[in-house]
């Protein structure tokens, strides 16, 4: 695998410039930046925020000014983006920052995994080529590579020329029809519900709903009190009924912690399904995707459903979750998408049994 990377890390450019480092954000992840260049030696020069979120705040030590602030400051530098993006409109605005400047997208860790190298890629060669065989499609192959050559290197034009519309999956891979039982693990706030809602037109069989941050799921209830059919949990999903820790975080973000400060109960796919059929599983559940695979070991070996995974939270998901899910079933079609949004979040695995 490691030869189809032709990138360097990005931490090596951003050490060897020449040019002032201006931080685009505030927030988590522009802490974690900091951090990061701090450990290579280097200082970023500014932080600054879009024009209009400029407020006079203060940011690290920084005072946070415009980015034409920045512009006047200097001639030219290098832009580090420290925060998500996922609507159009502000994918559009990084795309032309990256056509006038340097600019560069660090994908710092979710789960406190460690950032995303070369050298790891090197060091697990051998699963990532492996997962890469099973990918059933050119797209996924090149899109595979693309979103590791972004992660290694944070230029954005790795995602941009592999991003694929989100409703492009469900016309193309997932094939939804009105017999459908749809269990979503991660169900936040229902925003993967009215997705389904809207593939299916609304003709399915049942959905099956599970979220375990007590303050989503009082927000998925509430948004899908009007869904008929529909049966949900206040879970985390594991390997086996089990008492769990979560970090206390705001929106969607909870996630495991080994000194979490929020009890939360879990549990299997097969144990909450004691049997029972489905036909699409989708997992976005923090890092916990692998666990609550090997928790679903009975479905999917029984019922075989369309999978859609998501591997963005933990730097092995992209070699451990297509090779767990072979393991557990071997026959299953395997595509590999990213969805528009920068970092390499929506970076997902659709499985098809055969």
């Not at 993006?85 to 789960?111: C, G, Q, W, Y």
């Not at 890629?121 to 059933?136: N, Q, V």
């Not at 979503?184 to 809602?197: H, N, P, S």
């Not at 593939?199 to 049942?206: D, F, M, N, S, V």
Request: charged share 35%; aromatic share 12%.
């Amino acid at each position: 695998m490691i030869e189809r990377i032709k990138e360097r890390n990005v931490w090596d450019y951003l050490k060897e410039t020449e040019l002032p480092i201006a931080l685009y954000g505030m927030g988590n992840g522009t802490d974690m930046v900091i951090e990061k260049l701090g450990e290579i030696g280097v200082t970023a020069v500014e932080v600054f925020a879009s024009d209009e979120f400029v407020r006079g705040h203060s940011f690290r030590g920084y005072k946070v000014i415009k980015y034409s602030d920045v512009c006047e400051k200097y001639d030219d530098f290098v832009i580090v983006v420290c925060f998500a993006v996922h609507d159009r409109p502000m994918l559009d605005k990084i795309k032309a920052l990256s056509e006038k400047h340097t600019l560069f997208a660090p994908n710092v860790p979710i789960v406190n995994d460690g950032v995303f190298t070369r050298e790891f890629i090197e060091e697990h060669d051998e699963e990532f080529e492996r997962a890469y065989s099973l990918l059933a499609d050119d797209f996924s192959r090149r899109s595979f590579i693309d979103v590791l050559n972004f992660k290694v290197s944070g230029k954005v034009e790795y995602l941009f020329r592999c991003e694929k519309k989100k409703e492009e999956i469900y016309s193309e891979y997932l094939q939804l029809s009105k017999d459908e039982v749809f269990m979503d693990l991660g169900a936040y706030d229902g925003d993967t519900v009215r997705e389904f809602l809207q593939a299916t037109g609304g003709e399915y069989e049942k959905i099956i709903a599970v979220e375990a941050d007590e303050k989503n799921y009082r927000k998925l209830t509430d948004k899908t009190a009007d869904v008929r059919d529909i049966t949900t949990h206040n879970l985390a999903v594991w390997d086996k009924k089990e008492t769990l820790f979560f970090e206390k975080k705001k929106g969607r973000n909870s996630k495991l912690s080994s000194s979490g400060q929020v009890e939360v109960q879990a549990d299997s796919v097969d144990n909450i399904l004691a049997g029972e059929r489905i036909t699409v599983l989708k997992m976005d559940i923090e890092g916990s995707e692998e666990k609550a695979l090997d928790g679903a070991r009975n479905t999917i070996k029984k019922h075989r459903p369309k999978l859609y995974v998501c591997a963005y939270h933990r730097n092995s998901d992209m070699y451990r979750l297509p090779l767990k899910i072979n393991e557990l079933c071997e026959g299953y079609r395997v595509y590999f998408c990213h969805h528009p949004y920068i970092p390499a979040w929506e970076s997902n695995f659709y499985c098809i049994a055969k």
